[in-house]
């Protein structure tokens, strides 16, 4: 699927339309991090729920690539070898859905944005992301919230290889952020001067996502 084209809607999409329009799943009460380990308006779950746009791409590590473009000193394109071999780190962390679901403590492996980071150089200038996924889809943050401490290229969750309904052969997982933000079969990282709407940001969700402050919908 090429970077213009849109992906098209299934019942999953369309429903999640709705819910921002009417407000869903909001609570209107404010938690702190420091206070609270689980953000307002979530529930524990011990599985992982699968969401995505109703389409799940088959993406194998080979030919599979990953291109890092714009505002950076060295454009990458990396094979899988190629992004196997930058230095592997593991994190765990708490994960939160927009839906309202909440996993703690996932173990994850993979390469660390920084280190991915530190290869491309990023210009001065370079102050927000997109991501692009093999599916089509695509999501915005800020370059501070994609290079965070606890943020992670993923390529495997509790031991095991990251499976494709969860995102494999990679994804982004920024913790912080509601888990909209961590696309899924990433295929291409751009840093931008600027901030550009995403998919879903386009489409009623909030342009940030901070799950502390419950930033679920465009108008919380």
């Known amino acids: 699927?090429?970077?213009?084209?849109?992906?098209?809607?299934?019942?999953?999409?369309?429903?999640?339309r709705r819910w921002a329009a009417e407000g869903k799943f909001l609570t209107g009460r404010i938690s702190r991090p420091?206070?609270?380990?689980?953000?307002?308006g979530q529930h524990l779950v011990k599985n992982w729920p699968v969401l995505d746009l109703g389409q799940q791409p088959v993406v194998s590590t080979d030919p599979w690539r990953l291109d890092v473009r714009g505002l950076i000193e060295t454009p990458l394109t990396l094979t899988?070898?190629?992004f196997q071999a930058i230095e592997q780190s593991t994190k765990v962390s708490d994960i939160h859905c927009v839906t309202t679901w909440s996993r703690y403590d996932n173990k994850w492996k993979g390469v660390s944005t920084r280190d991915l980071l530190d290869l491309a150089m990023p210009k001065p200038e370079a102050a927000y992301v997109m991501l692009t996924s093999y599916d089509g889809y695509t999501t915005n943050l800020p370059l501070a919230d994609f290079a965070a401490e606890d943020a992670i290229l993923a390529t495997a969750w509790e031991g095991l290889p990251l499976t494709p309904d969860h995102g494999g052969p990679m994804r982004l997982v920024v913790p912080h952020l509601y888990f909209w933000k961590s696309a899924k079969w990433l295929r291409r990282i751009e840093l931008m001067p600027a901030d550009q709407a995403g998919f879903w940001e386009k489409n009623g969700y909030h342009i940030y996502g901070d799950p502390w402050r419950e930033q679920r919908y465009s108008d919380d």
Do not use: F, V
């Open 34 to 40: 420091e206070a609270e380990r689980l953000p307002p």
């Open 80 to 82: 899988w070898a190629a």
């Open 1 to 16: 699927m090429s970077d213009d084209q849109t992906p098209a809607d299934s019942k999953l999409t369309i429903s999640k």
